[in-house]
């Protein structure tokens, strides 16, 4: 019964894929979205499932649908086969919910484009792929699930695949994310000649890694630990995959120059699915990593870094999806940060807020650019909001959830995480201490530039009227890649119109999300907030998304960093929320107060340029792989070597022939002397036996 | 009595005469010649041998020898004249067409 929800989406793929040319595309867009409301219903109709189960022996709900046996080869056994509970249940929620908005949403704004068909074919296909990965039962249905949504990410970033740029971005995806996937595979190679089983679930015949793992000692905090081969190594490795996947330092740089795609793939993918996959998988491996210290730390170091990192650069862009794309980075690196100081519910929380939020942002900045005639740079916006009153509104709804506004969705998840890195019961000493205050710094950058964002395209002088002709050279500076092809309509308002709304299938996805990105953090009030404000009553459901995943999730403790004493303070948890919002509040109020005044004011050129870091991977990564790759590989051994030793043999053959061929020059009279001088040999060999035996 | 060793090696010497001229002359008919020579150098060594050891089959198979000469002449010379018909020359060198 789970297959429904997995084959749902194949179907329209394949049938869009099919047939998908010769349909209107009015049709198109019925499939598409009918195999993905398919979905979502029987996801919810599974949920509700689920939550009507009775918890078995462990406390743990599960619903599994084994298609067939796919692999097994001695102890190794990969079954095709499909498991739903808390975890990978909250998450087929919110990825068909939103995919299915997203896909509402694509039918309006792609709509006129070519090969529309093709573009729903792929974005059911990436469906497909994900809910394949959110449902596996074991580590390799995940990593098919894996690749794939890595394949449908090439196929929609490049699907303008007449321009470069987007073909460029394609393949960086691709191949940054292969570097990671080899990590990743590594890592599952490791689990099982560790525990000779891939399945997250106890099955007649295999056991679950899990539960395995959950018998080993916890290793040493060391970085001898990363290299020897145990439960560190494997956790190191899928660390490895998730940064592919889920855009963090250092393989994070595919994600900017995937907002080449349009606008519905940058919301769906790089937003509010695929990119969480990397954070699903860890939380679901919460286990292992629980029992390797040095991976969880070097797993919220480096989540902090991208963290801050991205926030600075976001900064400085102007093209308004490369901020949100660096916001998304950044977004991933507080999930990371989580997972690494052991609260894996919070970050899976974070991972549900921001799906809501970002895909909001992502497609009212789609609403802007629709309305904008595809134009992308901020330079050449403002004023909107007396035009585009709905996406106003509800990307407004959006920034104030992500700057942790309070009482919207992202402040709950984000402070958790906050707190839970401060008082975290996995880092050493004091580095809880500061990466708290590096997350709450990255907190305010992240208001920051959301609320610049929001100033410079919705308030002030409308900049888009005087933008005609110098549009294309000013544009030209700020990634000239950036644009779609429809250069004929950049945008003026020269051209008569005003700015107008989009049309309904576009904004009551934005309203829907805006929605819950307002008020779905209540399901997961920290206890200490909850207690001191909410009635008793509500308890029960506010605390309800943590208390349901707890079954999955373990909080590893590791004895001796102070922080379970912290943990359990209420009052410090408190001051540390009051504290987030005031920090929120104030960025929010510095981004508007100086952007309102100089909306075109330029930021620091290193920051803007991304800190050069595309240029330094190119000098020092790709351009040294080009180089060997030429001079040594295909030069060298390609050309002198092999061909050198095929064309060598065919010459050797050559020669022997010719050498030959005067055997038989078509001289009789030689044939006859051959004749003769082989008789001469065999009667002189004879006698010479005779003579001497 | 002239001694057998003299009748060997003059049949040796008409042999390898008659050995060399295959190859050397051009004209077929020649190497015919040469041919017969080399069988009747082969019958002179068989009937010394016969006379010599007083041994009648020496010349019994002298006889078989040169019956079969008389029948492969007879043959070889019939192809000599389809080739001839062929190629209208009688030079060994021009049936050179088994040839690489």
């Not at chain 1, 991976?295 to 963290?307: F, H, N, W």
């Not at chain 1, 901020?323 to 894996?344: D, K, R």
């Not at chain 2, 020898?65 to 060198?93: C, H, K, P, Y």
């Amino acid at each position: 019964m789970l297959r429904v929800i997995v084959f749902a989406p194949l179907l329209g793929a394949i049938i869009l894929g099919l047939f998908g040319k010769r349909l209107s595309e009015r049709i198109i867009a019925l499939i598409a979205c009918s195999s993905i409301a398919v979905s979502t219903i029987a996801a919810f109709a599974a949920f509700a499932k689920l939550l009507a189960q009775q918890p078995d022996s462990a406390g743990v709900r599960r619903i599994s649908d084994t298609l067939f046996t796919w692999i097994q080869v001695g102890a190794f056994r990969a079954d095709f086969a499909f498991m739903l509970d808390p975890l990978s249940g909250v998450m087929i929620l919110f990825v068909t919910g939103v995919g299915l908005l997203i896909h509402i949403f694509a039918t309006a704004y792609m709509s006129g484009e070519d090969s529309y068909y093709r573009f729903f074919t792929y974005l059911n296909l990436f469906m497909f792929m994900m809910i394949t990965l959110v449902l596996a039962d074991n580590y390799l249905m995940m990593f098919v699930g894996w690749e794939g949504v890595g394949l449908c990410s090439y196929l929609l970033i490049g699907y303008y695949f007449l321009r470069d740029y987007a073909n460029d971005a394609a393949k960086k995806a691709f191949i940054v994310n292969r570097i990671g996937d080899f990590g990743f595979a590594l890592g599952v190679m490791l689990i099982f000649y560790h525990f000779n089983t891939i399945s997250f679930i106890d099955k007649t015949g295999i056991a679950s890694v899990f539960t395995l793992a959950a018998n080993k000692p916890i290793e040493d905090l060391a970085s001898t630990a990363l290299f020897a081969g145990g439960l560190t190594t494997i956790a190191i490795l899928l660390f490895i995959g998730a940064t592919g996947k889920s855009a963090q330092i250092p393989l994070y740089v595919w994600l900017p120059d995937a907002m080449a795609g349009p606008t519905p793939v940058s919301a769906l993918i790089h937003a509010a699915t695929m990119v969480t996959a990397g954070v699903y998988m860890i939380v679901r491996s919460n286990m292992i990593f629980g029992k390797a210290p040095m991976a969880l730390t070097i797993v919220a170091v480096v989540g902090a870094l991208t963290a801050f990192f991205a926030a600075t650069i976001g900064i400085a862009q102007w093209n308004i999806k490369k901020v949100l794309a660096y916001s998304t980075v950044s977004q991933l690196g507080y999930m990371f940060l989580a997972c690494g100081a052991g609260a894996f519910g919070p970050a899976f929380f974070h991972v549900v807020t921001h799906a809501f939020f970002k895909a909001l942002l992502f497609l009212g900045s789609g609403s802007v650019i629709h309305a904008m005639h595809h134009n992308e740079d901020m330079r050449t916006m403002g004023g909107l909001s007396k035009y585009l009153k709905i996406t106003f509104a509800t990307m407004g709804a959006g920034t104030l959830a992500i700057a942790g506004f309070p009482l919207l969705s992202g402040f709950f998840s984000k402070d958790e995480i906050l707190w839970k890195v401060r008082s975290s019961t996995v880092l050493p000493g004091s580095l809880g201490t500061i990466l708290w205050l590096l997350g709450l710094l990255t907190a305010a950058i992240t208001a920051i530039y959301m609320t610049r964002m929001m100033v410079i395209t919705f308030f002030g002088e409308e900049r888009f009227r005087n933008a005609h002709h110098d549009d294309h050279g000013h544009s030209g500076h700020d990634d000239h890649k950036a644009h779609d092809d429809k250069h004929g309509h950049d945008s003026h308002g020269g051209h008569g119109g005003n700015p107008h709304e989009s049309p309904l299938a576009m904004t009551i996805p934005l309203i829907v999300l805006a929605i819950l990105s307002v008020v779905g953090g209540f399901m997961g009030v920290p206890e200490g907030l909850a207690e001191k404000f909410l009635p008793h009553s509500l308890h029960h459901y506010t605390h309800s998304f943590y208390a349901f995943l707890q079954p999955v999730i373990s909080v590893p403790v590791i004895a001796g960093n102070g922080g379970e004493a912290l943990a359990k303070d209420h009052g410090a948890e408190l001051v540390s929320t009051i504290l987030s919002s005031i920090v929120a509040l104030v960025a929010i109020g510095i981004g508007y107060l100086v952007f309102r005044g100089k909306p075109l004011m330029q930021m620091p050129a290193f920051l803007e340029n991304k800190y050069f870091i595309d240029e330094i991977y190119d000098a020092v990564i790709v351009n040294p792989l080009k180089a060997i790759s030429t001079t040594g590989l295909w030069k060298f051994v390609d050309v002198v070597i092999i061909d050198g030793s095929v064309n060598g043999l065919a010459k050797l053959v050559n020669l022997t022939g010719s050498g030959l061929r005067y055997l038989q020059p078509g001289i009789t009279r030689l044939y006859a002397a051959f004749i003769f001088g082989g008789a001469v040999f065999v009667i002189g060999w004879f006698f010479y036996v005779v003579v001497n035996r | 009595m002239v001694p057998l060793s003299w009748y060997l090696a003059l049949s040796a010497v008409l042999f390898t005469i008659g050995a060399v001229g295959v190859f050397v002359k051009r004209n077929v008919i020649s190497i015919f010649m040469c041919i017969e020579l080399m069988l009747n150098a082969v019958n002179l060594t068989l009937i010394a041998f016969s006379s010599y050891y007083r041994e009648i089959s020496g010349q019994l198979f002298v006889f078989i020898v040169m019956t079969v000469a008389a029948a492969e002449a007879g043959v070889g010379l019939a192809l000599v004249i389809a080739v001839f018909r062929n190629r209208q020359s009688l030079d060994a060198d021009d049936a050179n067409l088994l040839k690489l």
